[in-house]
């Protein structure tokens, strides 16, 4: 059976950053970001997040997958959102792992990217809805914390 680590949250939250660390300290292993999987515009207006186009990619990957570990950034905003996606992997062990930072500390991140900075509300509202309510099988905090650091939290809480 693969395994899978999801890790999830809002935008600036470290997911891409912490994934690919996990990534890189696994034998014969595999890392998607499903942000690169939608990269398909304009996107469907009743698709606005690319759910459709991402969750087909991943799903046409899956095969490439078998029995190596898979590690996944992407942001998952429900339960059925992440069902949208863990459907579409056949017989993986899948663990959704959020990660979290402090309001203070997430805008910062998300303004100093540089771009989109006209959405660092939505950003923080996004985060104040995954706190609402609260899916996923751990939740890691970044606060403060190197990306290295919380990789290593991530994998012990995972795998070890």
């Known amino acids: 059976m693969t395994t899978v680590l999801w890790l999830f949250g809002p935008s600036g939250v470290g997911k891409s950053t912490v994934g690919w660390l996990v990534y890189r300290t696994l034998d014969r292993a595999a890392y998607v970001d499903t942000d690169q ?4 515009y304009p996107e469907s207006a009743d698709d606005p997040e690319n759910h459709r186009v ?3 990619a991943l ?3 899956w095969p490439e997958f078998e029995d190596a570990p898979l590690v996944v950034s992407g942001g998952l905003d429900t339960t059925a959102t992440a ?8 017989g993986a062990d899948v ?7 402090n309001r203070a500390e997430l805008r910062t991140r ?3 990217r540089g771009w989109l900075t006209d959405q660092v509300d939505l950003v923080l509202a996004e985060a104040d809805e995954l706190d609402r309510a609260d899916f996923g099988d751990f939740t890691v905090d970044t606060d403060g914390r190197a990306p290295a650091e919380v990789a290593a939290d991530v994998r012990a809480r995972w795998i070890d």
């Open 37 to 40: 999987l939608g990269l398909c």
């Open 54 to 56: 991402k969750s087909s």
């Open 59 to 61: 799903g046409a990957l």
């Open 83 to 90: 069902r949208r996606y863990t459907d579409r992997l056949p």
């Open 95 to 101: 663990t959704l792992c959020r990660l979290r930072v």
């Open 110 to 112: 998300f303004l100093g």
